[in-house]
């Protein structure tokens, strides 16, 4: 077997590439429509697309690998963000940048699967390390990227992005072929196909009620049939999934106290990680006085280091929950994103202030995405780490569209006119960093009642 630290490695770098693709069209997409000579509203489906495909395809890849093996289906999510990149790369029209961007969000299932790899292959003593470090791609990803993202913008053309991603993906697909070692622990039973497109059609509606109600109106017919309907295909899906002995998603192991609130957490977590991904970028860009008129490459800069710091918190995240646990690790999190929206409350008018709370951000999230798959896999058997770390990952996705939605609501309703267009108001940026700070208390509170032990799993994966 190839060294350890080897493996875990690669799929860190595996797990940066999928969380980069969130952040890799940030720099073109005001301009998206004079490029593609299409409207706003259209041109939004670039970024839709990825968020749908990432939050469908996580939950059924993570099953898919423990059925027929965790390595295979990531060669295969890393062979269509390939695909989907060389796609968007020799598009000049929407349609074909739209097919990209979707096969480009399903590699997003590649950060689960590893986790659950780590558990399958590590020794114990550094599968706490390796698993936080692989969560914290996440978050580091995108912070990371963006600058490289503005840069190539920048000084290339912009098709230069997916020719990037498409490289980048190369490599990743024979780095993940020579180190990682075939998975031999499968579970047994049918593919749930029947699952699998009821998750997709529910997750489909209620994520295009909550991605585009801005757009279309919240009262609006398609917004209340995408959001109602989906509502109502997820409850049949569950009733489903209940009654079948091989399901996509066993919902008695993910209701058992532990894993729902940590499940509910994240769905808290990923909305007060996006708030500021929405909120600090435009406040740094936008000209005095509402904004501090940076460029975007300086914006990148001020942005990239919450991710750094995620990545260095993360060894130092696994002896923290080997010491103290993962509950107190995320309750950690949860109270330094507090301290980040309330710093921004006070102060956030100069770079300085908002480099602090980037730190700050960075400080929550790295201890709080470090934390959710150890309480996950200490209360789930073995055989269900992809599919149940695969559902977290998702509710971390209900929660950053969530956030993308109600940030960008307020900021374009609380707006005023500087220089003949429309921007936030300082009372706009100040209600996001409430919001974010809520969600962040509310994820501190759930957190609170999640048991300091795992229970109801005689075998967990992630032993006490």
């Not at 049949?236 to 209940?242: A, H, I, P, S």
């Not at 769905?267 to 509402?290: C, D, K, R, T």
Request: glycine fraction near 10%; aromatic fraction near 6%.
């Amino acid at each position: 077997m190839p060294p350890q630290g080897a493996i875990v490695a690669v799929l860190a770098i595996a797990g940066l590439s999928s969380s980069f693709m969130f952040t890799l069209v940030v720099p073109i997409q005001a301009r998206l429509p004079e490029l593609l000579h299409a409207s706003r509203e259209d041109t939004a489906w670039v970024v839709t697309a990825t968020l749908l495909a990432a939050a469908v395809m996580t939950p059924i890849s993570g099953r898919l690998g423990d059925m027929y093996g965790k390595r295979r289906v990531v060669l295969a999510l890393v062979a269509t963000l390939v695909l989907g990149s060389v796609i968007a790369a020799l598009s000049g029209e929407m349609i074909g940048l739209i097919v990209g961007r979707t096969l480009q969000g399903a590699v997003t299932g590649v950060i689960p699967l590893g986790i659950s790899i780590l558990r399958d292959v590590l020794h114990h003593d550094r599968v706490e390390s390796a698993i936080a470090l692989i969560s914290a791609t996440l978050g580091v990803g995108g912070a990371i990227g963006l600058p490289i993202s503005a840069f190539v913008t920048e000084y290339t053309d912009w098709h230069a992005l997916f020719w990037l991603s498409a490289g980048i993906g190369v490599v990743v697909f024979v780095l993940v072929l020579w180190i990682v070692p075939v998975s031999v622990l499968r579970t047994g039973g049918r593919f749930d196909g029947v699952g699998a497109i009821g998750l997709a059609i529910g997750l489909t509606g209620v994520l295009l009620a909550i991605s585009r109600g801005n757009e279309w109106g919240w009262t609006s017919p398609i917004v209340l049939a995408c959001g109602l309907g989906g509502i109502a295909v997820l409850l049949v899906w569950g009733w489903y999934e209940l009654r079948i002995d091989a399901p996509l998603l066993n919902l008695r192991v993910a209701v058992r106290r532990p894993v729902l609130l940590t499940n509910l957490a994240s769905i808290a977590m990923g909305f007060a990680l996006f708030a500021s991904n929405v909120s600090y970028p435009q406040l740094l860009e936008l000209p005095p006085p509402m904004g501090l008129g940076l460029s975007l490459i300086a914006t990148s800069f001020v942005i990239m280091p919450s991710g750094l710091v995620m990545m260095l918190l993360s060894p130092y995240s696994g002896h923290l929950s080997r010491t103290v646990g993962p509950r107190r690790l995320l309750i950690f999190g949860a109270v330094a994103l507090i301290a980040a929206y309330s710093f921004s409350l006070v102060l956030s008018t100069e770079v300085w202030h908002m480099l602090v709370a980037n730190i700050l951000i960075g400080i929550g999230i790295g201890f709080g995405y470090a934390a959710m798959p150890m309480l996950i896999m200490r209360s789930v058997p073995q055989s269900e780490t992809g599919a149940s770390n695969g559902l977290n990952a998702l509710c971390r996705s209900l929660g950053t569209s969530a956030a993308a939605a109600a940030v960008g609501a307020t900021l374009a309703t609380l707006s005023t006119t500087q220089g003949g267009v429309q921007v936030p108001t300082h009372a706009a940026f100040q209600l996001t960093f409430v919001f974010g700070g809520a969600a962040a208390l509310i994820a501190l509170i759930i957190a609170a009642f999640i048991p300091a032990r795992p229970v109801g799993e005689a075998h967990p994966s992630l032993p006490e």
